[in-house]
Every structure is written in structure tokens, then in C-alpha cells.
């Protein structure tokens, strides 16, 4: 308990730190998001007196002092109000949030955990059989992970959707000139993952080999260790040995740089989104920054930001249980 109490408090505060920075960071970025709509207004019409105080009010950005707006704003972000979206006014941060934000955890996250499986399986037994052609043909996945995912994608986008075999559809989510009712039916679920297919292969593809590298080193350094030898001497089977002493304690380091990505699922592959045009988050954030839209580039901001404190947390908690000795307080 000691345990995950330490670890709790370091979060939370972390977190603490992650809610100010974000409060702070938009205020020094040049450019006024009241401004930005008082001056679309004004292509209407005059606006009217007070005008700017109350948009200020709705975007979330608080008035008074400054320790007064910092008030303000976590009083906001706890009750989930992150103000209006300035690019698509008045619908709320946290609704634009919330339309992008599934399309991202589906695609990203299925993509970044399938990657992660076949590149630490398929490490963890180029590693046990080391010297084998298995093993020799790892160094060739570097050329893989030297790829940009977005790179890859737009060669992916010039054989499978335009102009070799255009089996694929090149961009968005799902077919948006067909009469499909969005929600969970087969033909929307459908369409969905015919568009899913070149963005999730642009992500797995370049990423396994980072796994499958990482995995097999580290499986090799372990299968040195004493309680190793000493497995094998006991007579063990070879599968029991490999994943229950070797892999066990090799996939650690894999675990936390899983965590990691885990946490930048959440932002999505920005450059990746962007080509393919896919709905998620990143694509949204672009969106932000090109329309200068403050008060939602703040909530993705901390959206992100929290989802990598909360995975970091979780894998923290589970190296306690996959290895006791980092439960020992220094």
C-alpha cells in the first residue's frame, strides 16, 4: 500500500504541474482568440457592447486577475468544462474532443497494440534462438523503423489507393459519399475499416521493428543471467524457461516504452492522421492550430497530457508486480 501511495502522489502532483503549465502555455502564444471571433462578427455587423467579456467568459479563458483566471480554470476543468471551440463556435471543447478522440483510440491504439505483441514475440524468439536466420535478419527491421510512419504512408497511399492497384480508399474514416448512418451497423463498421487499413499498416509496420529489436537484445542479455542457467540446469522445458525466467524479466524496459505510446495514443499520429485525412485527434489538433483555436488546442493539450501521466501510472503499478524489487523504497 506504502507503495501505490508513493506512486499516487507523485502523479497527482505531476499532474498539478502538467494543469498549470497548460493554463499558462496558451497565454504566452501570440494572437487573441476573442479577437479572432469579434472580428468574424464583424462581417455581419457591428457587435454590441460587452461582447468581447462575454465570449471571453464562454471560451473558457476566465477574467479577473491572474490567479483569479487559474482559479477559474480548474474549477472548469474539473467540472469537464473546457469552453467553446473557436473553429467551429459554439459547440463545446470537450464535444469536438469526444467526436475524434474514439476514431483515434481505435485505429492508433489497435495499431500500436498489435505492433507492440508481434515485435517483443517475435524479439523474444529471434533472441532464444540466437545465430539462427531468424536472429540474422533482425538488423534488416532498422530500416523499417527509419521510416517515417507518415512517409510510408504515402507510399502506401500511391500502390494500394491511386495509382497501381487502387484497391483502398486513400483518406477519411469511412465512405462518406455513401448513405451510411454513423454508429455501431455492419455496413458503417464496414466502411470503417476498409479506410483503417492503410493508416494502421503505415503505424505497424514501422514500429515493429523498435519492439522486435529492443526485445531481442534485452533477451539475450537475460538469457546470461544466473536464474537462467540456473532453470536450465533444473532441467525445465525450453517454452517455461523462455517466456516464465528469459521473457518475464527481458520485456520490462518494453513495458515502459509501451506505456509511453500507450499515453501518445491518445494524440494520435498526427502526420499520419493529417495525410489520410483520418478523423482522429491529431487531425483535430492541425485543425486547431491552423484556425487558431486556443481554447481547443488547450483541451487536446491536457487531454494528452493527462493520458500519458495515467498509462506511465498504470505500468508503474504493474512493474510492482512483475518485479518486487521495484516495490523497495530508496
Known sequence: MRFIARKLG????????????????????PGNPVEVLIARMQQSG?????????????????????????????????????GLSVSDFPTPVSSEIASSIFWTLILVGVATV?????GVGLGALA????????????PSTTLLTAMPYFWF?????????????????????YDTSAALTVGFNGPFIAS???????????????????????????????????????????GLTSSRIMIGYAAR????????????SLGFVVSGAIAMEYVFSYPGLGFKLVTAVSNDDYPLMQGIFLVITLAVLGANLVVDLLHGFIDPRTRIAR
Open 249 to 260: 524479466n527481458a520485456v520490462l524496459p518494453s513495458i515502459s516504452g509501451f506505456a509511453i
Open 127 to 138: 533472441g532464444w534462438k540466437r545465430g539462427t536466420w531468424l536472429d540474422a535478419i533482425v
Open 192 to 234: 470503417a475499416a476498409e479506410h483503417a487499413i492503410l493508416p494502421a499498416l503505415s503505424i505497424i509496420v514501422t514500429s515493429i521493428g523498435g519492439w522486435l529489436l529492443g526485445m531481442r537484445n534485452m533477451m539475450v542479455s537475460t538469457l546470461s543471467e544466473d536464474y537462467v542457467v540456473a532453470a536450465e540446469a533444473k
Open 10 to 29: 507523485f502523479y497527482l502532483a505531476a499532474a498539478w504541474v502538467a494543469l498549470t503549465v497548460n493554463f499558462l502555455l496558451p497565454r504566452f502564444i
Open 46 to 82: 457591428p457587435t454590441p457592447p460587452g461582447e468581447a467579456q462575454a465570449l471571453a467568459k464562454l471560451l473558457g479563458l476566465g477574467s479577473g486577475n491572474i490567479f483569479q483566471r487559474y482559479g477559474q480554470y480548474v474549477d472548469s476543468v474539473a467540472h469537464l468544462r473546457l
Open 153 to 173: 504512408g504515402l507510399i502506401l497511399v500511391y500502390v494500394f489507393a491511386t495509382n497501381v492497384f487502387h484497391v483502398l480508399p486513400a483518406s477519411n474514416g
Open 114 to 118: 498489435i505492433s507492440f505483441v508481434l
